[in-house]
């Protein structure tokens, strides 16, 4: 009998840091998908790309190579049948606003329940469920894929299921170089190892410390864990879906566009995340009743951009906090949307090596430390943090189902490993757009600004109204409701 040969694929201190989070991504899809080209597709999947069969351990990630065991369990896949027909979950067709769609509708029972369990169980990387929904009407799926931020980052995992979409339609991807038995090079960490040894011999500085990223201790982790539970028991934070149509974001963005070539401001062009972001931010802190508390806003980059690094097909945790200026709510309230978009913009496009350099100092500090210490992605400084991601470049959303027997994809949804104890409040995801333009946005808000958020979406709807039919249905006050 052959021995099995092993790749060590190490991990990166950016991966270290998000090894206590684990996510859930969830597709509510039109049809039933077959569970046999599922299975299928998933086996062609591994057997292509080999690292997703792998094993979490403390440094890496442990990959067998061919021939996998027979016992092995690359991956894990199950599907139940629901007994309750999907509108007893949720209003179709969608309105505007609604309430997120349950966590164990995309997870089986046996699916971890803790990120740690990836590495302290010896389980496969990607666990996929499939709920179905048959009885009393329409039928529709509800497919989930959970698994270890500490692994992947937003657009590592998009690759992965765009290589899996490209198997369920017989399509070809570009598939990542092989493995070779034993230690496997970490391009991330390579890069920035050769990018800090050029740096210091050519005597290049960092540039001024943006504050967005920070080293806290035990103090401050137990004050957040207190401030979210506070948030969620006395202010009622819940998650919500949002929709929004696209004669909404358009108007926002020709708006903002128009404004600043008025203004001659040509150096950067808006983004539609860009403006979203600007508006949630402005209309988050509309109603504030304290004008000098310091609101801080994370968001996050792709290390990707620096094409010479040839990161292109890098699945791990390839991010880093952007510098974005700091704000007092009066401050937000003030300045213009087309203007805050354009900070927003300008400090996204000024990303630089040397702030990458920056973060990687920090997570070094906190491995050389006799105490309990994290890094975080905002100023540990400011009274209050949002919490901004934008998967959009992923395009995730709208995944392609006709290969496995399904139809149109309804919505998506993003929980967290283990939210029915603690959800995190004040974050926001632009998940990306669905087929029909809308854009699916998770968000995590106490009542009261979710009710702020849901009347002024009611507002811009209706102001549009007049130009173009809208997308999406009334939520009918769905902030009272949660």
């Known amino acids: 009998m052959t021995e099995v040969q092993y790749a060590e694929c190490f991990l990166s201190l950016f991966d270290g840091n998000y090894q206590g989070i684990g996510i859930v991504l969830g597709w509510l899809v039109e049809g039933l998908l077959d569970l046999e080209k599922v299975d299928h597709a998933l086996k062609r999947l591994v057997t292509k790309w080999p690292l997703l069969a792998g094993r979490l351990q403390s440094t890496g990630i442990r990959v067998p190579l061919s021939p996998i065991p027979a016992t092995y369990a690359p991956y894990s896949l199950t599907s139940r049948n629901s007994d309750k027909p999907i509108t007893d979950y949720v209003q179709l067709p969608l309105p505007m606003m609604s309430a997120a769609l349950p966590t164990t509708l995309f997870m089986d029972y046996k699916a971890p329940q803790s990120p740690r369990d990836w590495t302290d169980k010896d389980i496969p990387l990607l666990y996929w469920h499939l709920t179905y929904f048959k009885a009393k009407g329409p039928e529709y799926t509800c497919i989930g894929l959970a698994f270890p931020h500490g692994v992947f980052d937003g657009m590592g995992i998009a690759a992965v299921l765009h290589a899996f979409e490209a198997e369920t339609l017989g399509q070809s991807w570009s598939t990542p170089p092989p493995l070779k038995p034993g230690i496997n090079e970490n391009k991330l960490q390579t890069y920035i190892d050769k990018t800090v040894s050029e740096k210091k011999k050519a005597g290049t500085p960092l540039p001024p410390d943006s504050k967005a990223t920070s080293v806290v201790g035990l103090r401050f982790l137990l004050r957040f864990l207190v401030w979210q539970i506070w948030q969620q028991r006395w202010h009622q934070a819940q998650r919500a879906v949002v929709l929004m ?72 945790n390839c991010f880093i906090p952007l510098p974005y200026p700091i704000f007092t709510v009066a401050e937000i309230r003030a300045i213009p949307l087309h203007q805050l978009a354009y900070e927003l913009a300008k400090a996204t496009s ?31 400084g400011v ?67 979710m009710q702020i958020l849901e009347e002024e979406l009611e507002r811009l709807i209706g102001a549009c109204a007049n130009q173009t039919k809208p997308h999406v249905r009334s939520s009918k006050g769905l902030a009272s409701k949660l």
Request: with cysteine; glycine share 8%.
């Open 383 to 449: 009274e209050e943090t949002i919490f901004f991601s934008n998967m959009s470049f992923g395009r995730v959303v709208d995944i392609n189902w006709t290969g496995l027997g399904g139809k149109r994809t309804v919505c998506m949804y993003k929980p967290l490993l283990g939210e029915s104890f603690l959800l995190i409040s004040n974050t926001v995801t632009i998940d990306g757009t669905l087929g029909d333009g809308n854009i699916v946005m998770d968000v995590v808000l106490n009542r009261r600004r």
């Open 350 to 380: 000024g990303i630089t090596l040397g702030h990458a350099i920056q973060v990687y100092k920090l997570l070094e500090e906190i491995t050389t430390s006799s105490t309990i210490k994290t890094v975080i992605p905002h100023d540990a």
């Open 245 to 316: 149509p696209p004669q909404v974001y358009e108007k926002l963005l020709g708006d903002a566009r128009e404004a600043l070539a008025q203004e001659g401001k040509t150096d950067v062009r808006l983004s539609t995340g860009n403006v979203i972001t600007a508006w949630i931010y402005k209309t988050l802190y509309s109603k504030e009743l304290f004008p000098n508390r310091l609101i801080g806003l994370s968001n996050l980059a792709s290390l990707r951009i620096f094409s010479e690094a040839g990161l292109n097909q890098y699945a791990h």
